[in-house]
């Protein structure tokens, strides 16, 4: 038995009875519940009750057993000085405020029906992908269909608390912090964190006084990520690490662990030198990459700024002197479609939300809507239950459900399990 089950009957009024009755024998009307509190004090704020005849305005508290309410030291608290009423699941002891006066206690226990608390029981204790699978079916389609709705909106608002924290570290410099999150999304996952720490070592006005210079670009990119310390037989890796130490002693920089890079379990396109190369040529001829972005309208628009291929060196090798067959190293469909997902849209969402700007906010979610859903091992497990995406929009709603709400099994707070949970007062 966990508290939220007693908040999900309160706030719902999931009583079997029209005759509710406290602890000491006074009838109970509740009127209004009052408002969800998420932050610390009373569980629930400017509820409104009837106790016998008489009307009360105030906080609700809520606990497994009454004397809960001293375990937590609550009759210590001003916070907690105007409870009108304790709701409880066992009521074992009386309770008092920190003046001395009794306060009502209502014990659910008796005025509910079973059935959901084992349904609850049941979906909790459950082991399978999702809580819910068993029972997923029968949820309402249309509360499905709006419940992602407000997942997507949920997600990008996520996201947006993150990008405003480094739109902070950053000094508000927008450029600053679209090339930061784009080249943590060059390292997809597996490189991120890699990435994230060459661009924190690579100062973004550095690579702009060199950007006409793919060459100089490189050099600073691979010296500072580690690459270009060994001794290489060919000749283009010598002319940047030649370059690299001369801008290294220039800007003072320090190159980091060349060991943080990940290459096990990768295909070589995804190697992070093919996507250092590929970073490089993007900012060598991307000229006010960001504000091109902010202002495109469609997706194949924000697709040909990233169509580019690395420079001549990379297209028969994977790494330094390991020579290959020869192939063109261009950024993929796929990838540049989740940077779209995962750097640019979200960017766009608070760009056009900071500088009140809801047309840019909207050609955000519309920029998802246009894309296919991403395919990965949470949307697989989705379309296994019957639940199809059909755009990127769709695709990233199921996985902010599965991480924030299946995962942590919230599923009180999730609009699915609550239809599902409530289906047994409504048989």
Same mark, same amino acid.
């Given at each position: 038995m966990k508290e939220e089950f007693i908040h999900f009957l309160w706030q719902y009024?999931?009583?079997?009875?029209?005759? /509710?009755?406290? &602890?000491?024998?006074?009838?109970?009307?509740? =009127? #209004?519940?009052? @408002?969800?509190?998420?932050?610390?004090?009373?569980?629930?704020?400017?509820?409104?009750?009837? /106790?016998?005849? &008489?009307?009360?305005?105030?906080?609700?508290? =809520? #606990?497994?057993? @009454?004397?809960?309410?001293?375990?937590?030291?609550?009759?210590?608290?001003d916070a907690y000085a105007n409870i009108i009423l304790h709701v409880v699941m066992h009521h074992d002891k009386e309770i008092t405020d920190k003046q001395g006066n009794e306060i009502p206690v209502f014990e659910v226990r008796?005025?509910?029906?079973?059935?959901?608390?084992?349904?609850?029981?049941?979906?909790?204790?459950?082991?399978?992908w999702i809580p819910c699978a068993g029972f997923f079916d029968?949820?309402?389609?249309?509360?499905?269909?709006?419940w992602l709705s407000r997942l997507l909106v949920e997600r990008l608002e996520n996201k947006s608390a993150e990008?405003?924290?480094?739109?902070?570290?950053?000094?508000?410099?927008?450029?600053?912090?679209?090339?930061?999150?784009?080249?943590?999304?060059?390292?997809?996952?597996?490189?991120?964190?890699?990435?994230?720490?060459?661009v924190q070592k690579t100062p973004y006005l550095i690579l702009a006084r060199h950007k006409d210079d793919l060459t100089q670009i490189e050099a600073l990119l691979f010296g500072q990520a580690g690459m270009l310390q060994a001794e290489y037989k060919d000749a283009y890796p010598n002319i940047l690490k030649?370059?690299?130490?001369?801008?290294r002693h220039k800007y003072k920089l320090e190159p980091m662990d060349k060991s943080l890079w990940k290459f096990g379990k990768l295909r070589p396109s995804n190697f992070p030198t093919i996507r250092i190369a590929q970073f490089a040529k993007l900012l060598h001829q991307s000229s006010g990459l960001f504000s091109k972005l902010i202002q495109s309208k469609t997706p194949?628009?924000?697709?040909?700024?990233?169509?580019?291929?690395?420079?001549?060196?990379?297209?028969?090798?994977?790494?330094?002197?390991?020579?290959?067959?020869?192939?063109?190293?261009?950024?993929?469909?796929?990838?540049?479609?989740?940077?779209?997902?995962?750097?640019?849209?979200?960017l766009m969402f608070v760009y056009g939300e900071e500088n009140l700007k809801p047309k840019i906010k909207d050609r955000a979610i519309q920029l998802l809507?246009?894309?296919?859903?991403?395919?990965?091992?949470?949307?697989?497990?989705?379309?296994?239950?019957?639940?199809?995406?059909?755009?990127?929009?769709?695709?990233?709603?199921?996985?902010?459900?599965?991480?924030?709400?299946?995962?942590p099994k919230k599923c009180l707070s999730c609009a699915i399990g609550l239809n599902l949970i409530k289906q047994v007062n409504n048989s």
């Amino acid at each position: 038995m966990k508290e939220e089950f007693i908040h999900f009957l309160w706030q719902y009024r999931l009583f079997n009875s029209q005759e /509710l009755i406290t &602890t000491s024998g006074e009838t109970l009307q509740i =009127i #209004h519940p009052g @408002s969800t509190n998420l932050n610390s004090g009373p569980d629930f704020s400017a509820a409104r009750i009837k /106790l016998g005849g &008489t009307m009360w305005a105030g906080n609700i508290e =809520i #606990h497994i057993n @009454s004397s809960d309410w001293y375990r937590h030291k609550h009759q210590h608290d001003d916070a907690y000085a105007n409870i009108i009423l304790h709701v409880v699941m066992h009521h074992d002891k009386e309770i008092t405020d920190k003046q001395g006066n009794e306060i009502p206690v209502f014990e659910v226990r008796r005025f509910f029906d079973s059935a959901l608390l084992s349904k609850y029981e049941k979906i909790i204790s459950s082991k399978t992908w999702i809580p819910c699978a068993g029972f997923f079916d029968s949820a309402d389609k249309l509360i499905v269909m709006n419940w992602l709705s407000r997942l997507l909106v949920e997600r990008l608002e996520n996201k947006s608390a993150e990008i405003r924290k480094f739109f902070e570290y950053f000094e508000n410099n927008w450029e600053q912090t679209f090339y930061y999150l784009l080249a943590r999304n060059f390292g997809f996952k597996i490189n991120s964190d890699p990435f994230a720490l060459l661009v924190q070592k690579t100062p973004y006005l550095i690579l702009a006084r060199h950007k006409d210079d793919l060459t100089q670009i490189e050099a600073l990119l691979f010296g500072q990520a580690g690459m270009l310390q060994a001794e290489y037989k060919d000749a283009y890796p010598n002319i940047l690490k030649k370059e690299y130490g001369f801008l290294r002693h220039k800007y003072k920089l320090e190159p980091m662990d060349k060991s943080l890079w990940k290459f096990g379990k990768l295909r070589p396109s995804n190697f992070p030198t093919i996507r250092i190369a590929q970073f490089a040529k993007l900012l060598h001829q991307s000229s006010g990459l960001f504000s091109k972005l902010i202002q495109s309208k469609t997706p194949a628009g924000i697709k040909e700024m990233f169509n580019i291929s690395s420079s001549p060196y990379w297209k028969n090798h994977y790494q330094f002197d390991k020579l290959s067959s020869v192939r063109i190293k261009n950024l993929g469909e796929s990838a540049i479609e989740n940077i779209i997902i995962n750097t640019i849209a979200p960017l766009m969402f608070v760009y056009g939300e900071e500088n009140l700007k809801p047309k840019i906010k909207d050609r955000a979610i519309q920029l998802l809507t246009t894309l296919p859903p991403e395919e990965n091992h949470i949307v697989k497990n989705w379309r296994n239950l019957g639940i199809k995406p059909a755009n990127a929009v769709e695709s990233q709603a199921l996985i902010e459900l599965k991480k924030y709400y299946c995962t942590p099994k919230k599923c009180l707070s999730c609009a699915i399990g609550l239809n599902l949970i409530k289906q047994v007062n409504n048989s």
